[in-house]
């Protein structure tokens, strides 16, 4: 059943033209991985090559990617990942809010489909849809109960590319990640708060709310 929402998604996705990055896209970028799975990871938006294949995080940031996953005790075929805009935006630039707010029914329902128990973001504009008021410096690689899912932002595996400084937290960050892991599949919380509204303002631009991290 989730493999045919999937699909579905998948081909609305194509041909969508809910938002101006649909001018100037080669190829949307809907998303891989099984709809059966327990882990999600989301990114920003498709880059240069992604645009080219029509798959996500299959250019240098997806290289760094695999090697985090690796660290993170995951195989890349087991988990699904995708975006939370689906074209690529021109030059690579961030992704305004009209166009997080046009793609972020496609993000809803395959969270839907999939219903994982884990979702992994990565960088501030994903970390942005489920907390709204977090600051990554101060949230990254620490879990949260959000919608019975946990929730666990981490730098964008770019960031490590422009910046290598950032390259040790990312793989510490993402080291723990089995950890999170053995804990959501001990302490899945019946409910919790619930956050699916796409952000309204540019992330980090405010105080961060306290946050309850476990
Ligand atoms: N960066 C992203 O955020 N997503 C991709 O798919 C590739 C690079
Ligand atoms: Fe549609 Fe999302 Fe692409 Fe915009 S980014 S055209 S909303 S699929």
Not at 55 to 75: R, T
Request: charged residues 25%; contains cysteine; proline residues 10%.
């Amino acid at each position: 059943m989730s493999d045919e929402v999937m699909e579905l998604i998948a081909s609305q996705v194509k041909v969508c033209t809910k938002c101006v990055l649909h001018y100037s896209r080669k190829n949307a970028v809907p998303g891989s991985g099984p709809s059966h799975t327990e882990f999600m990871f989301i990114g920003e938006g498709p880059g240069f090559h992604e645009n080219e294949k029509g798959l996500p995080f299959v250019g240098p940031a997806g290289k760094f990617l695999d090697e985090l996953l690796e660290k993170g005790g995951l195989a890349r075929n087991t988990v699904f990942i995708t975006n939370v805009v689906k074209c690529r935006p021109p030059e690579n630039r961030d992704p305004l809010p009209e166009e997080l707010l046009a793609c972020n029914d496609y993000l809803d329902r395959q969270i839907a489909a999939i219903n994982p128990l884990v979702i992994v973001t990565l960088g501030r504009f994903s970390m942005a849809k489920f907390m709204p008021y977090a600051k990554i410096s101060e949230v990254h690689g620490k879990a949260q109960w959000i919608n019975g899912r946990l929730i666990v932002p981490m730098y964008h595996p770019a960031a490590a590319l422009h910046q290598p400084k950032w390259r040790p937290t990312l793989m510490d960050d993402f080291s723990r990640l089995p950890a999170w892991i053995e804990k959501a599949h001990k302490n899945k919380p019946a409910g919790s708060k619930v956050i699916e509204t796409p952000p309204e303002k540019k992330p980090d631009e405010d105080e961060p709310e306290q946050l309850s991290l476990f």
